[in-house]
């Protein structure tokens, strides 16, 4: 497999490991924080960690939103991590409330913490959960997530969740304790993972690879 895939670099976040799963299948991997590759791009992975506003704030920095709204309009393939997930929403609640790339309408809200029969269910949510296709949801054959079976386990590091306004925007979901989170979603070519695939093993690389099939 051979594509080319930019990976925006806008100063949030190690990077490195997203680089690398992708170059697992031999992806050429172009690294910009550049208005003009984003916009000649034919595939865009959006990675990042960290607070909502810090992220937004890297972007408008380097005038990177409206080529990304762009980008998005244009029906290639765009695939938001962790942070860059949320960040493709309307907005968050993360400290105060900031508007996002609105993208996919809907919002990012804090988890719950919850104590449910004696365990404790801590933010953030850490570690290995399974990923659970929603009740009439949108079926996996013709998505990212094609490559995998339900309840399949990926890794996940956060305190905020995104409630799309559409259900039909969620791909899966997993559930922390009993708080629903939505763990991938999509809206046509845009795609977002809320945990990360770069470091979910055989279950990610499963995921890259069907991220990277999408329009190939």
Not at 17 to 41: G, H, N
Not at 67 to 92: H, K
Not at 101 to 114: F, V
Request: glycine letters at 12%; one cysteine or more; charged letters at 20%.
């Amino acid at each position: 497999m051979s594509k080319i895939v930019t990976v925006i670099d806008y100063g949030i976040g190690n990077i490195f490991s997203v680089v690398r799963a992708l170059k697992y299948f031999e992806a050429e991997v172009k690294l910009t924080d550049k208005p003009q590759d984003i916009l000649s791009a034919s595939s865009l992975v959006l990675p990042g960690v960290g607070a909502f506003l810090n992220g937004m704030r890297g972007l408008c920095e380097r005038g990177l939103i409206d080529p990304l709204r762009e980008y998005a309009a244009s029906g290639r393939p765009l695939l938001g991590i962790c942070l860059g997930m949320q960040m493709l929403f309307t907005e968050s609640t993360e400290f105060g409330r900031h508007d996002g790339l609105n993208i996919i309408k809907g919002k990012i809200i804090p988890i719950e913490p919850l104590e449910i029969t004696g365990a404790s269910f801590k933010v953030p949510h850490i570690g290995w959960s399974e990923l659970i296709r929603p009740q009439g949801g949108r079926e996996w054959g013709s998505s990212i997530l094609k490559y995998i079976s339900e309840k399949e386990y990926c890794y996940f590091i956060h305190s905020f969740t995104a409630i799309p306004d559409d259900e039909g925007h969620r791909l899966s979901d997993t559930y922390y304790g009993n708080f629903r989170i939505s763990a991938a979603v999509a809206k046509e070519n845009v795609y977002g993972c809320q945990f990360h695939p770069e470091k979910s093993g055989i279950t990610g690389l499963k995921i890259i690879k069907g991220f990277l099939e999408i329009n190939a």
